[in-house]
């Protein structure tokens, strides 16, 4: 992507963000809001961000898992402080975060294909355990959604991920030539993301993939108890990950904005009301920038810092995107 359109695509994002949460803010009584802020239980919100650090390194572990099956080695200290790293310029640059690991990794020696690969690939299976999170709460879901649209849509989405799933797992079994009837692109794809569910160990990778997603449902659940919102366990885990999918849309930076106004659509099914939600929401924000900071702390002492500057992951990421196309 050319410089002056990934400048458009940025300011797009900042106006999505800003956009929704201006929205979102004025139809909020901001007294109250500031209240429920100040008023949070700091115990539980020091919980909160505890989660979300311990999160870090299951992110981790999942990750090199997927790296070992594309016959990656790479220990787990280093590859910590790498995704620590990306977790603050996640924070502080648009998408700057998988610029970041990809040039980290390749100081550790890796090749430029199984670098971008392992990000492609970690991202798209954090889909997929998200898709089994929501699955899972959809008996406990259904009665809560009056809405046929919205129900419809959540449907879809499961139904194509579950199918997705399955012809990933059995892509080595499709006649020959329905596979060469595919394009290029797409078979890699398949064949990249489906590595790691094939290889040795698949079932500890989607079980740290779905326990990323539970420690974020498990913040939100303790955030509420700080804020004393009547938010039962059973919710929580039924209405977040929605949130999660929401937020995951590639429309905004780092989610803001477009989690605020999912978060309070979805706890609005429980019955939280509108401030409470949007202050759930504003923690939880706030905690990954909390993490996001302590990256950068790590980022000052990384010695793959060495020779590292703005330049440089603009053309990493250049690449990635020239990669991904």
Not at 266 to 291: H, T
Request: hydrophobic share 60%; proline share 5%; aromatic share 6%.
């Amino acid at each position: 992507m050319k410089p002056p359109a990934k400048a458009l695509v940025t300011l797009a994002k900042f106006a999505v963000s800003i956009g929704i949460l201006v929205l979102l803010l004025r139809a909020q009584d901001l007294s109250s809001l500031k209240a429920d802020l100040l008023a949070v239980k700091l115990d539980m919100l020091a919980l909160a961000v505890l989660l979300l650090f311990v999160q870090t390194f299951v992110l981790c572990h999942r990750w090199i898992l997927i790296l070992r099956a594309m016959k990656v080695l790479l220990d787990w200290l280093p590859g910590w402080r790498i995704l620590i790293v990306s977790t603050f310029f996640n924070q502080v640059l648009p998408a700057g975060g998988d610029a970041v690991r990809i040039w980290m990794l390749r100081r550790h020696g890796v090749q430029w294909s199984p670098t971008i690969s392992s990000i492609v690939a970690d991202r798209f299976l954090a889909l997929l355990a998200l898709g089994v999170v929501i699955l899972a709460g959809m008996p406990f879901l259904l009665p809560r959604v009056s809405d046929n649209s919205l129900l419809f849509a959540i449907l879809i989405v499961l139904v194509v991920a579950c199918f997705g799933l399955i012809a990933l797992l059995t892509l080595d079994r499709w006649p020959p030539r329905i596979i060469a009837a595919l394009p290029d692109r797409i078979v890699q794809f398949a064949m990249l993301v489906r590595a790691p569910l094939a290889a040795e160990g698949r079932g500890t990778l989607i079980t740290a993939a779905i326990i990323i997603h539970l420690i974020t449902i498990a913040a939100c659940y303790v955030l509420a108890i700080g804020l004393d919102a009547p938010l039962s366990p059973l919710s929580a885990f039924v209405l977040v990950p929605l949130v999660i999918l929401s937020s995951a849309v590639p429309i905004s930076i780092g989610g803001w904005g477009v989690r605020e106004g999912a978060m309070v659509a979805a706890l609005g099914l429980a019955g939280i009301a509108s401030d409470k939600a949007l202050a759930i929401s504003v923690l939880l924000g706030l905690g990954g920038l909390i993490v996001g900071l302590f990256g950068g702390l790590v980022w000052l002492v990384a010695p793959e810092r060495t020779n590292f500057s703005t330049e440089h992951a603009r053309a990493v990421a250049d690449r990635t995107d020239a990669a991904s196309v």
